[in-house]
């Protein structure tokens, strides 16, 4: 199998990292949005990561018309 690898704004721009943004968003705890979403935690964990390192998400939220998430650090 050829390894193939997505980019940051790819997996950001999946339906569910954009559910797994807006219920964080919501100020839903970890877990809670795991459970929400009907994902793993650590699916969670990445996306919370991801978007806390780049500034993708404003692209994506911006899209969403979506208000910026308080916890991304500027």
Do not use: M, W
Not at 38 to 53: A, F, H, R
């Amino acid at each position: 199998p050829v390894k193939t690898s997505e980019s940051t704004a790819q997996f950001l721009n999946k339906p569910l990292s954009k559910k797994i943004i807006k219920c964080l968003k919501a100020k839903n705890s970890l877990r809670s949005t795991a459970l929400l979403c009907k994902c793993s935690l650590g699916t969670v964990q990445k996306v919370k990561g991801l978007i806390e390192n780049t500034n993708i998400e404003r692209k994506i939220l911006a899209k969403e018309n979506i208000e910026h998430i308080s916890y991304i650090k500027d």
